[in-house]
């Protein structure tokens, strides 16, 4: 773990950016994780995996791709949410989250998003917490949602953003999929 991590870890930081081509990425947002979760998270509340996108959009298929490969995983104790064959979006979100409520009172939301920045911040992944703020890139009023974030950074948002997401290269969206869910099952899997 390189010293920068370990400061950030120790400051007991609210936010993480890490680039998806950096060899310790996994590594990285395994320990963001784990330090996040220590922060609030507590035994006996239920973890929901809340994966926010559609399949209809390329560059917004980042959530309901990692839902898919989450639910194959069969993580302990973690319940996913959106998938590729049922994708949590625009048109069902609140209702999705008022599920959640209902089906587990004292739950712990850690929400997964697509989101557009600038060319600089493209293959970043955002790590904090708080809530995600789905569809505001291209203008959505949806509600925010989770107690943590991670935001995958797919491509350069300000100009025709719905234009942009449907275009964006499958590509970054698979690269930054597997980053992301590597991280999580370490972060779920391993001891801190």
Do not use: W
């Amino acid at each position: 773990m390189s010293l920068e991590l370990t400061q950030q870890l120790q400051s007991k930081d609210t936010f993480f950016r890490i680039f998806y081509q950096d060899h310790l990425a996994p590594q990285k947002i395994k320990y963001a994780l784990q330090s996040l979760l220590s922060q609030q998270y507590q035994q006996g509340q239920q973890l929901v995996i809340l994966c926010i996108g559609t399949d209809r959009s390329t560059g917004d298929a980042l959530g309901p791709f990692i839902g898919t490969q989450l639910q194959r995983l069969f993580l302990p104790d973690a319940v996913v949410y959106g998938t590729l064959e049922e994708p949590v979006h625009a048109l069902n979100l609140e209702d999705t989250i008022a599920s959640i409520h209902n089906n587990y009172v004292n739950n712990y939301i850690i929400a997964i998003d697509a989101c557009l920045g600038q060319l600089e911040s493209v293959g970043m992944i955002d790590i904090g917490l708080g809530p995600v703020k789905p569809g505001a890139g291209v203008s959505k009023k949806l509600p925010a949602v989770g107690d943590i974030y991670i935001n995958g950074i797919v491509n350069v948002g300000g100009f025709l953003e719905y234009h942009v997401l449907q275009n964006t290269r499958l590509n970054i969206v698979i690269k930054l999929a597997e980053i992301i869910i590597r991280g999580l099952c370490l972060a779920l899997t391993e001891p801190t």
